[in-house]
């Protein structure tokens, strides 16, 4: 078996560690919001696809992390503060890589996860991509359906 080039190890468990993150944020996310809908008339049907979305997403982490792992990698998912940007952290085969995220970008990704998981058009990426299609949506499965 051929062994990966460390470069592109790195660029895998970036990507790995980038989706831990807007995961661990989107489903802290819901818990919050969560908490805030008892004031709805019908909050129960709310309540309950809060709580399915939230177990999906702690599946597909656990599983995220384990595909990290294996390649090596351990995430620190406890950002340290530095005013509108947020540091992250990410041990890969005892080199310890930083990653800087604007608050504003974080919130941003949060965002486009929710529209993805409840099942309404996302962008595919919410910032231009190398390729220049910024304007790129996705429809999700379920408006495909229709």
Do not use: C, W
């Not at 992250?88 to 970008?105: A, D, E, F, K, P």
């Not at 409840?118 to 190398?130: A, C, H, I, T, V």
């Amino acid at each position: 078996m051929q062994e990966k080039s460390n470069l592109a190890l790195l660029k895998e468990a970036e990507l790995l560690f980038h989706q831990i993150i807007v995961l661990d944020l989107t489903m802290r996310t819901l818990e919050v919001d969560k908490a805030k809908l008892n004031v709805l008339k019908v909050s129960e049907p709310l309540v309950k696809l809060y709580e399915h979305q939230v177990k999906k997403m702690h599946e597909e982490m656990i599983e995220v992390k384990r595909a990290l792992g294996k390649l090596g990698g351990k995430g620190n998912l406890t950002a340290t503060n530095e005013g509108e940007i947020q540091v992250y952290s990410l041990l890969l085969r005892g080199t310890i890589h930083t990653y800087r995220y604007m608050s504003v970008v974080l919130k941003n990704h949060v965002e486009n996860e929710l529209l993805k998981r409840f099942g309404l058009p996302y962008r595919k990426n919410p910032y231009e991509s190398d390729d220049g299609n910024k304007d790129e949506y996705r429809i999700s499965e379920a408006e495909k359906e229709k």
